[in-house]
């Protein structure tokens, strides 16, 4: 059975419900924002390594709360002898666990694997997705220990849905930022000054970036350490606000990455990444990337 410590499941404390800007159009230098990124990339180790980074792979556990079905044992009713009927299982949400794999080749190679448990700690199955330019491809694979009666679609074809493209290709941009605070040359983002932000755990400088294809996000940077705090962005197809916060900051090779990622909707968590191995410039291959 395999074990690891469980991922703390906490109430993001900065929250944009606080936020009090002081932004006005037209006041702030056009210049500001791109002085704070500069302040950002140094603060996290980025400012002399901007161009030495060609790939990044990180490995770890993920959360996700309530995205799991359980069946609850029902006891039969008081009196029951047993015989007659059939109790139906109550079935109740509860958290998928796992080990998550984050791979990045750039500037415009990404992968994502997500191997979920069963309940006895052994991996179950892979949601994985893959991105090579402007090439996608999802595919989930049986590892073992598929419960009777779970279908599991394994077959591997390349997405043909534009949305899913799109999609991934936003991920793909926000991880680059939250990781890294690198852009891809060729999906440029915009950033302009917002203002400030102020919470019960400190204050923030506030960017507000625009990308192609109606990428957009809010992005939060502590105002004493420079660093990355948090992002918000608009979730696809829905009327949700999407927060990702960024927390435990420790170094690795020079660069200071945070371990611990935790995804909201609407200020309630839904995800936690934690991140527990980070490597620089190890050996990947290109073909990883594709189907």
Not at 229 to 234: K, P, Q, R, S
């Amino acid at each position: 059975m395999r074990t690891r410590t469980p991922i703390v499941i906490g109430v993001v404390s900065y929250t944009v419900l606080l936020l009090v800007l002081a932004y006005s159009a037209g006041t702030s230098p056009p210049d500001q924002a791109e002085q704070l990124l500069a302040q950002a990339r140094h603060s996290i180790g980025m400012g002399l390594k901007a161009n030495t980074v060609k790939s990044l792979v990180i490995t770890g556990g993920f959360t996700t709360v309530g995205t799991a079905r359980r069946a609850l044992p029902q006891s039969p009713p008081p009196g029951s002898k047993g015989s007659g009927g059939t109790l139906k299982a109550q079935m109740v949400p509860t958290d998928d666990v796992g080990d998550v794999r984050l791979s990045f080749m750039l500037p415009d190679r990404f992968r994502q694997d997500y191997t979920y448990w069963n309940a006895s700690g052994q991996p179950m199955w892979t949601r994985a997705a893959r991105r090579d330019g402007d090439d996608v491809w999802l595919e989930n694979r049986v590892a073992q220990a598929v419960p009777e009666g779970m279908s599991v679609s394994v077959d591997p074809g390349p997405a043909s849905d534009a949305t899913v493209r799109r999609n991934l290709r936003f991920a793909h941009a926000r991880y680059l930022l939250a990781l890294l605070l690198y852009t891809e040359p060729s999906f440029p983002i915009t950033f302009r000054y917002a203002g400030k932000a102020e919470a019960a755990d400190g204050r923030a400088d506030v960017l507000d970036g625009e990308g192609p294809d109606g990428f957009a996000i809010r992005l939060f940077l502590d105002e004493r350490t420079h660093r990355p705090l948090m992002m918000t962005y608009a979730a696809p197809s829905t009327e949700q606000t999407q927060q990702l916060r960024m927390e435990e900051y420790r170094e690795t090779a020079g660069i200071f990455f945070p371990h611990l990622l935790s995804r909201s909707a609407n200020g309630k968590l839904r995800e936690q990444l934690r991140l527990e191995k980070f490597v620089v410039n190890g050996q990947l291959d290109a073909r990883d990337f594709r189907k």
